[in-house]
C-alpha cells in the first residue's frame, strides 16, 4: 500500500538514518578552530565548514567555492541571529567575546544544511509515492499523514479537513512534519 510505504520512508527513524545522521557527522568530523582574527576571518572560517559540510554529505566529493560557501554560511547565521534581532557583525561579535563559541556559529550552520536536506527528502519521498495528480489519492495520504503524526504536527492539522492540503497545502504539511522532526530530535539529544 502507498500509505505504509510513505510512512515508512517518512518514519523518524528513516530520515535521521538517510538525512540527520549523515549531517550530523559531518558537523563532528570538522575540526573547529580555537579563534577568529577579524569579520574576514570569521567569515572565512564558516565558508571552510560550509564547504567540508557540502562535500562531506550534501554531494559527497563534490566542491564549493569558498564565495559560494562563504555566502550560504553568512546567510544561514545571518537568519539564525535576525530571530535574536542581531546579524552577522553580532555574531562575529559574540564569537570574540566568548558569548558563543565558533563551534555554536557551526551548529547553526549545520542544522540550516540538515533542515533543508530533510524537507528536500520529505518532498521527493511525498512526491515518489504519491501521485499529485490523483485527487483522492493525495485526501487519502494526508489523512493518513495527520492521523499518523498528527498530535506532532499542531493542533490546527489535527482539526482540519485533510482535503485542504491537498494542493497547494502540501508546503505547509511538509514544514509542520520537519519542525515536528526537529522537535521530536531535540528530546532525544536531551534526554
Not at 492521523?147 to 490546527?156: K, R, S, V, W, Y
Request: with cysteine.
Amino acid at each position: 500500500m502507498v500509505i505504509a510505504s510513505l510512512m515508512q520512508d517518512l518514519h523518524p527513524r528513516t530520515v535521521a538514518a538517510r538525512v540527520s545522521i549523515p549531517h550530523d557527522r559531518a558537523r563532528m568530523t570538522y575540526p573547529t578552530p580555537n579563534s577568529v582574527n577579524s569579520l574576514r576571518d570569521f567569515e572565512d572560517e564558516m565558508g571552510r565548514y560550509v564547504q567540508h559540510h557540502y562535500k562531506s554529505c550534501i554531494v559527497p566529493g563534490g566542491s564549493l567555492s569558498l564565495s559560494d560557501a562563504r555566502s550560504m554560511g553568512k546567510e544561514m547565521v545571518e537568519r539564525e541571529y535576525r530571530r535574536r534581532k542581531g546579524n552577522i557583525v553580532s555574531a562575529y561579535r559574540d564569537v570574540c567575546d566568548g558569548v558563543v563559541s565558533l563551534r555554536a556559529i557551526f551548529d547553526i550552520i549545520a542544522d540550516a544544511l540538515k533542515e533543508e536536506a530533510i524537507t528536500r527528502y520529505t518532498k521527493d519521498v511525498i512526491d515518489r509515492h504519491v501521485d499529485r495528480s490523483d485527487y483522492e489519492e493525495i485526501v487519502a495520504c494526508v489523512r493518513e499523514l495527520i492521523a499518523t503524526c498528527g498530535p506532532h504536527l499542531g493542533a490546527e492539522f489535527q482539526t482540519n479537513r485533510p482535503e485542504r492540503y491537498a494542493g497547494a497545502g502540501w508546503e505547509d504539511l511538509i514544514k509542520a512534519y520537519v519542525e515536528a522532526l526537529k522537535s521530536t530530535a531535540a528530546v532525544i539529544r536531551r534526554m
